[in-house]
């Protein structure tokens, strides 16, 4: 009989391995090993990049809310002693009188009128249409018309104020005479269509809130656009599916979920109008007379009296007059755009 043997080969030892596999897994045994503090080298450096950005970016938001509250604070420092040396009351008096430093007499009512009567009407124009505008552009025109449309309106706000001023006095004013002599003649029982302290019928507080009008119209249609554009798609097909119309989707969808969008953004086109400085000094002419509290005054605001002054800045007692008027600007303006603020907040959180 013959004896048959089966040889087996010998296990590889350590010298028989192969050494690029060998230096591959210690490789990568290496880099998933933590450093010695428990944290890996490339960790360490994302979180140290991330504290120096916080940092960052806190202070950056730190140093808007110092630099609000310092001009705050240097408005009112110069305001004091000139309202300390006021012979008129403040708030209540129509004049505005400081040619004579030692004997100041300034009031901001006819400023606080002009200012307010302007830009709400601006307002009460701007709104509507650019409602239209944005729901015209998010749910009726299509994309190729839509894009050219937005850009076309977006334009609107590089154009600059001279322009607009320019514009408004020499070409809007004649166009709106017919309509302002319509209004006082049919209307003029009503106080803001009552005739004005004003002798003409161009130049004032009518002409001048149709140009901030068209000049807020960019800012709050923008904003609104966005809003409505972010309607979430089922709240419409969900309206849709139970046979809503295109206006009732509209009505049920879109305008309650961009209502605090809308709102935020009118709020911002009327801090934007409060502020207007050389269109409204071109468009507005001055009057010697107290306002009447009509759309058919005349006079100055807040922004077009300092601007109109600024050359005869020269005294501190009757500059500091015209910065207590820019101090309520401030604090007028601010109060509008905290209130948009908490509106688009609002909507955030809800």
């Known amino acids: 009989m013959t004896e048959r043997t089966t040889a087996q080969a010998p296990s590889p030892g350590p010298q028989d391995e192969d050494p690029a596999a060998g230096s591959a897994t210690l490789d990568t045994v290496t880099d998933s090993d933590p450093a010695p503090g428990g944290r890996s080298?490339?960790?360490?450096?994302?979180?140290?990049?991330?504290?120096?950005?916080?940092?960052l970016t806190s202070g950056s938001g730190l140093l808007v809310v110092v630099a609000v509250a310092a001009?705050?604070?240097?408005?009112?420092v110069q305001a004091v002693p000139s309202l300390m040396a006021n012979n008129a009351n403040f708030f209540t008096s129509p004049e505005f009188n400081t040619r004579d430093?030692?004997?100041?007499?300034?009031?901001?009512?006819d400023l606080l009128v002009v200012t307010l009567l302007s830009s709400l009407f601006a307002l009460a124009i701007a709104m509507p249409v650019s409602l239209g505008i944005a729901l015209f552009l998010t749910q009726y025109a299509p994309k190729r018309v839509a894009r050219p449309f937005a850009y076309v309106i977006d334009l609107l706000a590089a154009v600059p104020s001279i322009i607009y001023g320019l514009w408004g006095i020499a070409v809007l004013a004649p166009a709106l005479l017919p309509i302002a002599t319509w209004l006082q003649n049919n209307l003029g029982w009503f106080f803001l269509f009552a005739p004005g302290n004003l002798p003409v019928l161009t130049g004032t507080i009518f002409t001048g809130g149709v140009v901030l009008a068209v000049m807020i119209l960019p800012i709050t249609t923008a904003v609104t656009r966005e809003v409505f554009s972010q309607t979430p798609r089922f709240h419409m097909e969900a309206a849709q599916a139970l046979g809503a119309t295109r206006w009732e989707v509209i009505r049920m969808a879109v305008l309650p979920y961009g209502r605090s969008g809308y709102i935020a953004g009118s709020m911002l086109g009327l801090g934007r109008a409060l502020g207007e400085t050389i269109a409204v000094?071109?468009?507005i002419r001055a009057a010697?007379?107290?306002?009447h509290f009509s759309l058919f005054d005349g006079g100055y605001t807040f922004?077009?009296?300092i601007a109109s002054a600024a050359s005869?800045?020269?005294?501190?007692l009757p500059t500091g007059a015209y910065i207590a008027a820019g101090l309520v600007l401030f604090v007028l303006t601010f109060v509008v755009n905290a209130i948009a603020r908490v509106v688009a907040g609002g909507k955030v959180n809800g």
Not at 41 to 55: A, D, M, N, Y
Not at 288 to 291: D, G, M
């Open 101 to 109: 430093a030692a004997n100041l007499s300034f009031g901001i009512r």
């Open 312 to 316: 005869e800045f020269s005294q501190p």
């Open 303 to 305: 922004a077009s009296l």
């Open 41 to 55: 080298q490339g960790s360490s450096s994302r979180g140290r990049g991330e504290r120096v950005f916080r940092r």
């Open 288 to 291: 010697t007379s107290p306002s």
């Open 71 to 76: 001009i705050g604070l240097f408005l009112l």
């Open 281 to 283: 000094l071109i468009v």
